[in-house]
């Protein structure tokens, strides 16, 4: 079916592309890149975001297995890591060829179990530790039993170790990551010793490239930062914006001094007033929130104030002093700063304003 929504997201490529050579430059040659298309690419399009980088990175990684499938079937074929693969998966992740994330003993086992029964050759596995984000994760302590049944088997084989930082932007707790990634070498150190070959490792995200870029080790994790995000205002300064949502005006009406607009009557018109209503709403990722002048859009290069509340389908924004017409184009967001403002207005973060963006938003590349 097509999509033929007025309501846009245009995926810049090119600012993609530039996202990613940024953080190239700050790689030594041999480290690897894993870039992260969970949660539809960040609120983008995981299978345009993958066909654009596929070709400059080694792997990909999706959080659960049916984002890693939609990107098989759309023909990917580079290596794809399942962060928080399912018990009721697993079969699936093995049919589209997928490698599981392991990260306590009901899964690794599982897994195992279902690799003897196939049989399996080799196939690749990846095994997370906690290092003190406590999500998920196997403990040090569970290296030697991890090891005890690795050697059992020559049905799977382990591809990368990892873990995972939980403040790598937060200068405040340079300690704490200091210390984690003291303690992932250490649990590393010992499944080498004892495992027969090295598998590749792995624990920086985008902030932890700009911040602890002597712990590349073997590969380094891209999302946020892929996206036009670096969680610093110098590092983000130097990225692209990638998602750029527009809109146009539907309809545009005169409100009088007295009259209302929207739901609850949240906005009362002190003097004449021109508004304009626009497609999208808090079901598009619109918060309410961002409604009664906490929000605005760009029409013609100047500012409009959403007025009013947010409604499921519609804002309404206050136009009285742009010269516009209905059908003009509306940005509801065209850079990091103002994804940053809508951020802060929501008590939030980039993340959340990116990734809730609806699915019946339409997406198109610009290449």
């Not at 050579?21 to 995981?46: C, E, M, N, R």
């Not at 299978?47 to 980088?53: G, L, P, Q, S």
């Not at 527009?246 to 949240?266: C, D, F, H, L, M």
Request: net charge positive.
């Amino acid at each position: 079916m097509n999509n033929n929504h007025v309501t846009v997201l245009e995926i810049d490529s090119h600012a993609v592309l530039h996202n990613l050579a940024y953080f190239k430059q700050k790689l030594q040659p041999k480290t690897k890149i894993l870039a992260v298309v969970k949660a539809f690419g960040y609120g983008s399009d995981a299978t345009e975001i993958a066909k654009i980088v596929q070709d400059h990175v080694d792997y990909f990684a999706v959080a659960y297995s049916n984002e890693g499938i939609t990107l098989r079937e759309a023909g990917i074929t580079t290596p794809i890591l399942v962060l928080h693969p399912q018990l009721q998966n697993l079969k699936d992740i093995v049919a589209y060829r997928l490698e599981p994330n392991l990260y306590n003993f009901k899964i690794f086992d599982a897994f195992l179990k279902l690799a003897d029964e196939k049989p399996l050759m080799n196939y690749p596995i990846h095994l997370k530790f906690n290092t003190g984000l406590n999500r998920l994760g196997f403990w040090h302590t569970d290296v030697p039993n991890i090891i005890t049944e690795l050697k059992k088997s020559n049905n799977v084989k382990v591809e990368s170790i990892f873990s995972h930082l939980a403040a790598s932007e937060d200068a405040n707790e340079q300690e704490f990551t200091i210390g984690q990634i003291n303690n992932f070498a250490f649990i590393v150190r010992k499944i080498y010793k004892h495992l027969g070959y090295k598998p590749m490792i792995h624990i920086l995200n985008t902030s932890g490239v700009i911040n602890y870029s002597k712990a590349q080790f073997d590969m380094v994790r891209l999302g946020i930062g892929l996206y036009g995000f670096g969680n610093d205002k110098k590092e983000t300064s130097k990225l692209k914006n990638t998602h750029n949502l527009k809109s146009i005006i539907s309809q545009i009406n005169i409100i009088k001094p007295g009259e209302t607009v929207g739901y609850n009557r949240a906005f009362v018109a002190s003097k004449t007033t021109k508004s304009a209503t626009i497609p999208i709403g808090h079901a598009d990722g619109i918060s309410r929130k961002l409604g009664n002048k906490n929000g605005f859009v760009l029409i013609n290069g100047q500012s409009a104030p959403i007025i009013g509340n947010v409604c499921m389908d519609m804002i309404m924004v206050d136009v009285t002093k742009i010269n516009c017409n209905e059908g003009d184009e509306v940005i509801v967001f065209n850079h990091q700063k103002h994804i940053e403002y809508m951020a802060h207005k929501c008590e939030t973060i980039p993340y959340e304003i990116l990734t809730a963006l609806s699915q019946r938003i339409k997406r198109l590349v610009k290449r």
